[in-house]
């Protein structure tokens, strides 16, 4: 049984910065590549941001390349998304996913595993 659990939420000034982490159980988890995605209310799912299984490829959304930054542990089975110059835009509840395709994909169809999320409010 895989387990995500993100934590690191919260509300935060436009500006301010947050890092979110997500713990994975019930997999090797250095055989995943690692993603963020995010969805605002009405809006579709969409993606953030990935990592690779040995954590040495990342690819970004080209609206939080520059600022947001993922990382992975696989010796901690975590994963994390510093989060810089937060915008009233990035509000949204994040999302950590598993995929055990080898090619970076921004599909959200691609991923086997989703965490249920935490909210990232950013005010004005």
């Known amino acids: 049984q895989v387990q995500l659990v993100e934590s690191g939420g919260g509300l935060v000034q436009a500006g301010g910065s947050l890092r979110l982490s997500c713990a994975a159980s019930?997999?090797?988890?250095?055989?995943?590549?690692m993603a963020w995605f995010r969805q605002a209310p009405g809006k579709e799912r969409e993606f953030v941001a990935t990592i690779s299984k040995s954590g040495r490829r990342t690819y970004y959304a080209d609206s939080v390349k520059g600022r947001f930054t993922i990382s992975r542990d696989n010796a901690k089975n975590t994963v994390n998304l510093q989060m810089n110059t937060l915008k009233p835009e990035d509000t949204a509840v994040y999302y950590c996913a598993m995929s055990n395709l080898v090619l970076i994909t921004t599909a959200p169809t691609s991923y086997d595993y989703w965490g249920q999320g935490t909210q990232v409010t950013v005010s004005s």
């Open positions: 019930g997999r090797t988890f250095s055989s995943y590549t």
